[in-house]
């Protein structure tokens, strides 16, 4: 797979993850784990996929607190290559920081945005997708990668495909953004055959994005190409930006205006936002009546299914119970069951308030 031209891949590695807590915390957040039982974790994994696609074009943009591990795991990268924020101000700042940057340093850049905690199945199908993408964005549209549908999930947003654009055999007009909808709500979608969901992908040329932003918030723009022109600014000007994700920020008014072009994806894609859709990724591994993500000897299963992590270095049996979700460690225990996953983020905000060092 040959490089595409002046192509930078941009890397948002940020959140925590609380969903999958206590396998990941603040300290150690899902995308530098391995939850995939493939020896890299979901970073590395997602350099993996789109190093053939850019060489040594990134941009990691990563809290403080996570850089040294970031740089530890993609040794590859130039310490230039990851950026710190000083604190979280969501993906509007980080994404637009790293545009910014490009657009001093690249005129000729299209960046993608791609989440450093996704999982991908067909990485050749993705990379054809980011080939095409790249050819519509050079054009000044703002491209999104929508994935077909699998179920009528409730759990992600969804985006409403339009005519295809002339030209560009592949993509086609994105009509509007529309948040988690009920499951009813989502089952029509399906039936329509005309909404994909949002996976938070977008290819841009730096200018254009930053140029969207301006359109509606044009301090926020001007900030950051102000950081970028002097990174000495950052400390002071950081704190201020607005704390807003992309898609509220510049996609939704960009589908609104019909300037955003989405490219139908069939790749395989999963954001492993919870314990149940981490089972779901790993069943097809499932020996011993559990799916197991680590030493399979430490799990007993009687009767029993779901998902066992056993990272405290206990045995674990488990008895007559379904769709069970055990994750040991060494300093916390989660029980719970894959219908009520969702919940675990409940339990993480109460641990801040009174237990903060577990979270």
Sequence with gaps: MTAIEHFWA????????????????????KFLRDLTGSG???????YDRLAPLCEDRFLVVTGRAHRDAVGEQLEALSAQSILAEPSARDSMAAIG???????????????????????????????????????????????TLGIEPTFPSSAFGYVHVG???????????????VEKPSVSVAEGYLATGHFRWNAGMFVVRPGVLLDLLAAS??????????????????????????????????????????RVMTVPASFGWDDIGDFDSL?????????SGATVLGDETLVRMLD???????????????IGLDDV????????????????AQDVKQVVSELKQSRPELT
């Design 10 to 29: 941009v890397i948002p590695a940020g959140g925590a993850g609380t969903r999958l807590w206590p396998l990941s915390r603040s300290s150690s957040p």
């Design 40 to 46: 890299r974790s979901l970073l590395q994994e997602t």
């Design 97 to 143: 920081l790293a545009a910014a940057l490009l657009e001093r340093t690249d005129p000729d850049a299209v960046m993608g945005s791609f989440a450093a905690d996704h999982v991908i199945g067909d990485v050749e199908a993705f990379g054809e997708c980011v080939r095409t993408a790249v050819g519509v964005a050079r054009e000044g549209w703002l491209v």
């Design 163 to 177: 005519d295809p654009l002339p030209g560009h055999p592949g993509a086609s007009r994105v009509l509007e953004f």
């Design 217 to 258: 918030d044009p301090d926020f723009a001007a900030a950051l190409r102000e950081i970028a022109a002097d990174p000495s600014l950052l400390e002071e000007r950081w704190p201020a930006l607005p704390k807003i994700a992309l898609d509220h920020a510049v996609a939704e008014p960009a589908a609104a205006a019909g």
């Design 279 to 287: 089972t779901t990724l790993l069943e097809d591994d499932t020996r």
């Design 304 to 318: 029993a299914s779901g998902l066992v992590i056993p990272q405290g270095g206990k045995v674990i049996a488990v």
């Design 325 to 340: 979700v055990v994750v040991d460690t060494p300093d916390a225990l989660l029980v719970t069951t894959r219908a009520r």
